[in-house]
């Protein structure tokens, strides 16, 4: 198994411009999770779908955050218009529902931004 | 709401040491705990897990024993190794509704040869 595909992995962008994260999560999943990791803030929750569809975006810091899952194989992060204060490890993660307990994610490798 | 709580890092021991790291959770129900671990450059993944009370997980020499008596998941190891070098995250999800997970702020652990 692939596991969780990321991209990129490093995004280097100026202030002001849009940024797009990619994740293929593992195939057969249902649960796909976007995370936010910072020194200051750790582990961040920023929004999580099943089946394709969003079922907690409360984590989404403002409207310029935005995430979308077309289908069961990529979902995206875009962030517009991007801010310095942007810059962290962005974390895509899968999971399959398998019972009551079975609730192990699946990280990807992380996109690594940082907005100048 | 829930939460998790972890010790501070960082942690640092001496090759073939022994590690705990205190975890303790506040939750209703009975959630289900975890342990994930992060090495540098990469991201997270499942160290052990434990669903019910009294359960321990158990990987890669690491224990954890479920303790609903005193809301805690002490993370262990008798003998720690320069590889076990990486951040463990103290995780829950519970059992309320919804997939929500609430990560531990992680501590970080260094081992000296």
């Known amino acids: ?116 | 709401g829930d939460s998790v709580t972890q010790m501070e890092g960082p942690v640092t021991l001496s090759e073939e040491a022994f590690l705990t790291i205190n975890c303790t959770y506040t939750a209703t129900g009975y959630p289900s705990l975890f342990w994930y671990v992060q090495y540098p450059g990469e991201g997270l993944q499942l160290l052990l897990k434990a669903t019910k009370a009294d359960d321990k997980g158990s990987n890669k020499g690491f224990e954890a024993t479920y303790r609903k008596e005193t809301t805690s998941f002490h993370l262990e190891k008798g003998s720690v190794q320069v590889s076990d070098s990486a951040v463990y995250f103290c995780a829950l999800t519970g059992n309320t509704g919804g997939f929500k997970t609430i990560f531990g702020a992680g501590t970080r652990l260094f081992v000296k040869a």
């Open chain 1, 1 to 116: 198994d692939a596991g969780v595909i990321q991209s990129p992995r490093h995004e280097v962008t100026e202030m002001g411009q849009e940024v797009t994260l990619r994740c293929k999560p593992i195939s057969g999943h249902d649960y796909l999770f976007w995370y936010r990791q910072t020194m200051m803030r750790g582990l961040e929750l920023l929004i999580y779908f099943n089946n394709n569809v969003p079922i907690d975006d409360s984590g989404m810091p403002e409207d310029r955050f935005s995430a979308k899952m077309p289908n069961a194989s990529f979902s995206t992060l875009k962030i517009q218009p991007s801010e310095p204060r942007d810059s962290a490890v962005y974390f895509c993660a899968s999971s399959l529902w398998a019972g009551t307990g079975n609730y192990e994610q699946y990280f990807g490798p992380g996109t690594r931004l940082t907005v100048t």
